[in-house]
């Protein structure tokens, strides 16, 4: 979906370096979230934030850390980047609901390499 | 924790033959999401199913939702080759998050 849009599409950086990744979207969606992609085993959740002031860890945050700068954007920071952190990484977002229709809405993908 | 597990992880098929992918979760779902990612692309929504028993059809794709709410399945009729890509299920945990099974990726021989 070109409302949400990710930068960089594709990163090849070394250990230790510190990495943004950064994510906007233009749907006026409160929720966004950032996943990351292995073969194998799916999407998995880093981080995800349901307004500006909210932000919680996902089931692997460890080693990742995020900023909810305005309601359209949330960037996803490697710290100090290792090899194991190189994944396709996925930002997304979806509607406030009360009900169970919270379908989430992808960017294309970072590509990211850890030499 | 809750889990979501998905079979099988590869299938590959004579275009015009059938294709089903299931979706077992360790705990009974509210809902559950079907998604599709083409080669190279992103994830793409394609249903949800909410009620027991639910059965739902897309053109040749049809979605299940088991009695017990804690199995679906995608069935394929007829593959195509666009209907190339991996399909995920997702289910919700603590009513905010989508926990993703593995994934199936179809690849599908002309």
């Known amino acids: 979906d070109a409302d949400v849009t990710q930068t960089p599409r594709n990163r090849i950086t070394k250990t230790g370096k510190r990495i943004m990744l950064e994510c906007s979207q233009t749907k006026g969606h409160d929720r966004m979230y950032w996943y990351r992609q292995d073969p194998g085993l799916g999407l998995r959740l880093i981080y995800y934030s349901f307004d500006v002031k909210d932000i919680n860890k996902g089931e692997i945050s460890d080693g990742y850390s995020v900023s909810r700068q305005a309601q359209a954007k949330f960037s996803l920071s490697l710290e100090s980047a290792i090899p194991n952190q190189t994944a396709l990484y996925f930002c997304a977002t979806s509607v406030q609901s009360t009900g169970p229709y919270n379908e989430q809405f992808f960017g294309p993908g970072t590509r990211l390499t850890v030499l | 924790g809750q889990q979501v597990m998905q079979i099988p992880q590869y299938q590959h098929v004579q275009e015009g033959e059938d294709f089903t992918t299931y979706c077992n979760s360790s705990?009974?779902?509210?809902?559950i999401q079907w998604y599709k990612q083409r080669p190279g692309g992103h994830p793409v929504f394609l249903i949800q199913l909410v009620k027991s028993g639910e059965v739902k059809k897309q053109k040749r794709l049809t979605f299940q939702f088991g009695e017990a709410k804690k199995n679906s399945s995608l069935h394929i009729t007829a593959t195509q080759t666009t209907d190339v890509g991996t399909y995920f299920c997702a289910g919700p945990k603590n009513g905010n998050k989508l926990v993703f099974g593995a994934g199936t990726i179809l690849r599908v021989k002309s």
């Open positions: 705990t009974t779902l509210s809902n």
